[in-house]
Structure formats: structure tokens, C-alpha cells
Nanobody, 121 residues
Framework: QVQLVESGGGLVQPGGSLRLSCAVS????????MCWYRQAPGKQRELVAT???????NYVDFVKGRFTISRDNAKNTVYLQMNSLKPEETAVYCC???????????????WGQGTQVTVSS
């Protein structure tokens, strides 16, 4: 069974940076397309960035130029480098993985703790 574990969150000042990690276990991550999502209190979960198994990346407009998604298949880990963070980006950040149309995490379910990012002075 594939498992995903996020880490790297914390408290950072506005304009600061953090690098999040999503560790994949139970399978080789290289086969999976990977995505980062975030959910702020009282808001819906929203997509932030994606990376294909081949390394192609895509970002939502509000993070373009500031966030970078990357993967290290040897470490079975996907990263999200976040720069120039804003207070409104305070949220729980989670990852998900898919193989074709099959997702590791069901979108109707709670995804667990994720990693908390708090942007505040």
C-alpha cells in the first residue's frame, strides 16, 4: 500500500521560505504523478502544483514564480520549495499521487495531518 508523509512545515515570516517534503513509501515514486495541495481553515482544499512522472511541472497562477515542485526519485520524495510566502498562504499542505486516473488519496476523504505552514510576523 502506498503511503505519503509530508514534512517541512513551520512558522515563517512573510517573505520567507520553506521547503516541504512528501515521502512516498510502499512503491517507487518514479511511476507516479505527484501533486501538492493546501487547505486553509474554513476553505476548500486547493491545488498548488503538480509534477509528472517525467518531471513536467505545472503551477496555479497564484504561486507561479515563487514555488517550485521537484522530485528525487532515488529518495522517493517530492519537494515543494516555497519562496516569498504570504500570510494568506497559511494552510495545511498535503501531497497526493496518481498512477493514471488512480489516486493514492481519495479526494472525498480527510488526508490526515499534512504539514502545517504558518506565515506570520
Amino acid at each position: 500500500q502506498v503511503q505519503l508523509v509530508e514534512s517541512g512545515g513551520g512558522l515563517v515570516q512573510p517573505g520567507g521560505s520553506l521547503r516541504l517534503s512528501c515521502a512516498v513509501s510502499g512503491s517507487s515514486s518514479s511511476m507516479y504523478g505527484m501533486c501538492w495541495y493546501r487547505q486553509a481553515p474554513g476553505k476548500q482544499r486547493e491545488l498548488v502544483a503538480t509534477i509528472t512522472s517525467g518531471g513536467g511541472t505545472n503551477y496555479v497562477d497564484f504561486v507561479k514564480g515563487r514555488f517550485t515542485i521537484s522530485r528525487d526519485n532515488a529518495k522517493n520524495t517530492v519537494y515543494l520549495q516555497m519562496n516569498s510566502l504570504k500570510p494568506e498562504e497559511t494552510a495545511v499542505y498535503c501531497c497526493n499521487a496518481h498512477l493514471g486516473t488512480t489516486w493514492v488519496r481519495n479526494f472525498r476523504d480527510s488526508w490526515g495531518q499534512g504539514t502545517q505552514v504558518t506565515v506570520s510576523s
